[in-house]
């Protein structure tokens, strides 16, 4: 999909061949992932060369404005590395990212400091995502709101439940201005009743972007929350179109995965793979 | 095909292109002007834009640099005292060692606030060093939720600096106020904020330069303790560099060492009552300046690479 109304839509993502390879050190390699324990002194030089993963091998793709789509995948597939890519944070080791504007990470958490009061945190999670102190000055009620706090907002956010903590983590990240947000895996959020407030928080927000990004390896998601789907798989796109086709085909494929049927799951790979291509 | 008017980039990229989606867009895309307004993420900017891009970063710096310096000691029995307490103590033992068991004093009027002096603006100096150094390290998760100018990490550590420093001058000019010979207050003193000035843009330049070098080489911040040791024997914190060194090379080395112009000027003005000569401000200005700028540039340099896992 998105070739054939291309003409009328305005691009808001384009992804061009992107590769991404980490070198790492040999001995704590994993499959698929380019994480290094960075603990000791394990050296660089004086054990070897280490061992190359590749995160990302030549993924391309374009996005819409107004599209949402959901990025499926297992672990290790390369989904948060592609939304990091995106997101401008990590460079590739090749290929190119393309946006109308500033994507941006859903998420504030790296900005807060438990020591501080609720309220102080809202303003350093706000200027964090770039916010300037009068729109902060703005949206401050709001998010009091969303976050449901009351006069707890002025204790020690490291005094909060973690129902609360979540609540004020979220209602700050939502409040972000950027028109293509990136979303990481489900958004743990507190207690029932304000998962119904955050759901609607959430969409009403995201009809105001511009683009959305949905990373989860669960495809039931995708199928809820978007129009597209792209399925990464090792690095690769497998399959990338509407997202209740290329969900149903990721959970059909995980399903057998899941069961140890390696030999159907891999037969559905290729399939999914060579439907894509025609 | 003309992506965006400033695009110069790869000649590969019809080839990459060939996506499950991107092929039947890449027709539209090779006529639609519309991709004029795509711009390229994750790039460096040019040096302009990323000074304005770390200009409207401040008030985070700032609000991010006041929190932190405030809870730093929290947890701490005595809290926020240890900003005066520790430069207080290291200048105790300073004045302990050299002044008395080593006899470093000859020759100085007023060695204990020389050594006060020394030591408190020493450590100034060497804490913007050492948390330059950490400051990505530190900062790897702001890094990989946010996309900002790098260098604020750096900088916030200077911030930092600057935040805590109110109550740390509180305590040095009231030591060398109660401490006989008691210094004299004198119009001179209104020299001071300005050599401090100096020192904070020195402050800033090193700290990105510290922050660069350890986040490509990690065994630098074992390397940064011996230049800060070499540092502080170089900048005549506790003795007086003519009496010490006679040395003509060594000497000219530590006379155009910037901190040591720092110390030497803030005792003079402070201390001393004298007004510092023209040649030390231009000298002081001088590589204060190239050391900022340089240490920006560097920095700046490799600002696409921080984010690197």
């Not at chain 1, 928080?201 to 990004?213: D, I, P, Q, W």
């Not at chain 2, 530190?138 to 109110?166: E, Q, Y």
Request: glycine share 10%.
């Amino acid at each position: 999909m998105g070739g054939r109304d291309a003409a009328r839509r305005q691009p808001s993502v384009v992804v061009r061949d992107l590769h991404v390879r980490y070198r790492t050190d040999a001995d704590v390699v994993r499959h698929g992932r380019g994480r290094h324990g960075g603990h000791g002194h394990e050296s660089r030089w004086l054990s070897g060369r280490g061992a190359v993963v590749e995160a990302l091998r030549g993924v391309s793709f374009t996005t819409y404005e107004g599209e949402s789509v959901g990025i499926i995948g297992q672990n290790g597939s390369g989904k948060s590395t592609l939304l990091r890519l995106v997101a401008g944070l990590e460079r590739p080791t090749s290929g190119e990212v393309w946006a109308s504007s500033q994507p941006a990470l859903l998420g504030v958490n790296a900005a807060l400091q438990p020591e501080l009061s609720g309220a102080q945190n809202v303003r350093l999670g706000c200027l964090a995502m770039g916010l300037t102190p009068a729109e902060v000055d703005r949206v401050l009620p709001d998010i009091l709101e969303v976050s449901a706090i009351g006069q707890a907002i002025r204790l020690p956010m490291k005094t909060y439940s973690s129902g609360m903590a979540a609540r004020l983590r979220f209602a700050i990240a939502v409040a972000t201005r950027s028109r293509i947000l990136l979303i990481d895996e489900a958004l743990a959020t507190g207690d029932a009743t304000f998962k119904e407030r955050s759901e609607e928080r959430l969409r009403e927000r995201l009809s105001r972007a511009g683009t959305v990004f949905l990373v989860t390896h669960v495809g039931k998601v995708v199928e809820q929350q978007c129009a597209r789907a792209i399925w990464l798989h090792d690095g690769e796109v497998v399959l990338d179109g509407p997202a209740y086709e290329t969900a149903q085909k990721y959970r059909w494929w995980a399903w057998n995965v899941a069961q140890g049927k390696h030999s159907v799951a891999d037969a559905l790979l290729g399939e999914a793979r060579s439907s894509a291509s025609t | 095909m003309s992506f965006t008017p400033s695009d110069t980039s790869s000649p590969s990229s019809d080839a990459a292109l060939e996506g499950p989606a991107g092929e039947t867009s890449l027709d539209s895309m090779r006529t639609d002007e519309s991709l004029g307004h795509l711009r390229r993420i994750g790039q460096r900017p040019s040096l302009g834009v990323y000074t304005v891009q770390l200009w409207h970063r401040r008030h985070y710096i700032w609000a991010d640099s006041k929190a932190r310096s405030r809870s730093g000691h929290r947890g701490m029995f005595l809290g926020s005292a240890w900003l005066v307490l520790k430069p207080l103590l290291d200048g105790a033992i300073y004045a302990l060692i050299f002044g008395f068991l080593f006899n470093t004093n000859r020759g100085i009027a007023n060695f204990p606030s020389y050594v006060i002096i020394g030591t408190f603006l020493f450590h100034a100096t060497s804490n913007c060093l050492n948390g330059g150094a950490s400051s990505i390290t530190s900062g790897a998760n702001m890094i990989r939720a946010f996309a900002f100018p790098r260098a604020a990490l750096p900088l916030s550590v200077v911030t930092r600096g600057v935040v805590s420093m109110g109550p740390m001058l509180a305590t040095m000019i009231a030591l060398i106020l109660i401490i006989p010979p008691h210094a004299q207050v004198t119009w001179r003193w209104l020299l001071f904020p300005l050599v401090l000035m100096l020192q904070m843009l020195l402050n800033t330049g090193l700290s990105l330069i510290t922050a660069r070098l350890t986040f490509q080489v990690p065994d630098f911040r074992l390397i940064l303790g011996v230049i800060i040791r070499i540092l502080f024997y170089g900048s005549g914190v506790f003795y007086s560099i003519d009496r010490f060194v006679h040395h003509p090379w060594l000497q000219f080395l530590m006379e155009s060492n910037p901190l040591f112009i720092v110390l030497d000027m803030s005792r003079d003005v402070l201390l001393y009552d004298r007004t510092p000569a023209l040649s030390s401000w231009l000298l002081l200005t001088e590589r204060s300046l190239l050391i900022l700028l340089i240490g920006y540039v560097f920095f700046w340099w490799k600002e696409e690479d921080y984010g690197r896992p």
